[in-house]
């Protein structure tokens, strides 16, 4: 019998074609935690840069202007709300990231 080393082979399928890498799965209270805080510095970070993108486009009213200390409450309001944001909704796009974060990990 005559071998074709041109011909592919199912060796060589597995060779050119590996499979793809698994997600890893939280196994452990340490990989919940790393998800925990991935996702609370992703999400504080994008909401936190969000909320003070939209607070420069706003100008500051005639009236009723706090001065420094509006300013100072403002920016404590923002990171509450950060926080909010992100405990509501930052696990739809940190997931994706987190997961891609573990895998080059391993």
Avoid: C
């Amino acid at each position: 019998m005559k071998v074709n080393p041109a011909a592919p082979t199912a060796a060589h399928a597995a060779l050119l074609n590996p499979p793809s890498p698994k997600p890893p799965v939280a196994k452990d209270g340490d990989d919940a935690e790393l998800r925990e805080a991935f996702q609370s510095f992703a999400g504080e970070t994008l909401f936190g840069q969000l909320l003070k993108a939209m607070r420069k486009t706003v100008g500051k009213p005639a009236y009723f202007y706090g001065g420094r200390t509006e300013e100072i409450f403002q920016a404590q309001l923002d990171q509450v709300l950060a926080e909010k944001i992100t405990s509501a909704s930052a696990e739809r796009f940190s997931e994706p990231m987190f997961e891609l974060f573990a895998m080059k990990r391993r």
